[in-house]
């Protein structure tokens, strides 16, 4: 079974830019739609961006829609989400996650294997 796992993040700047990536092991990502959500403390869940299995569909979050921009590499096993002029909202854990139809969906729970996270802070 794929197990993923998240990098990339760190601490940076308001305005700054942070390429998060999912990688897979023991599976591959190429047939499955890939996810990104975070969740801040004391909030709940929210979807941010996800990629469809031939990366030929997208779907982002109002809110970083212009900013944020998720790829996939597949014969890397690797999808990445490029975030630009971030602000303090975005602070988040950030989760990426398989959804087994290949689609770009905003449903958390269309998502049934989710890797262990990676923290983004933004500073103001």
């Known amino acids: 079974q794929a197990q993923l796992v998240e990098s990339g993040g760190g601490l940076v700047q308001a305005g700054g830019s942070l390429r998060l990536s999912c990688a897979a092991s023991?599976?591959?990502?190429?047939?499955?739609?890939i996810g990104w959500f975070r969740q801040a403390p004391g909030k709940e869940r929210e979807f941010v961006a996800a990629?469809?299995?031939?990366?030929?569909?997208?779907s982002y979050l109002d809110s970083v829609k212009g900013r944020f921009t998720i790829s996939r590499d597949n014969a890397k096993n690797t999808v990445y989400l490029q975030m630009n002029s971030l602000k303090p909202e975005d602070t988040a854990l950030y989760y990426c996650?398989?959804?087994?139809?290949?689609?770009?969906?905003?449903?958390?729970?269309?998502?049934?294997?989710w890797g262990q996270g990676t923290q983004v802070t933004v500073s103001s």
């Open positions: 990629i469809s299995g031939s990366g030929g569909s997208t």
């Open positions: 023991g599976r591959t990502l190429a047939t499955y739609g």
């Open positions: 996650a398989t959804e087994y139809l290949g689609l770009a969906s905003r449903t958390s729970s269309r998502y049934t294997r």
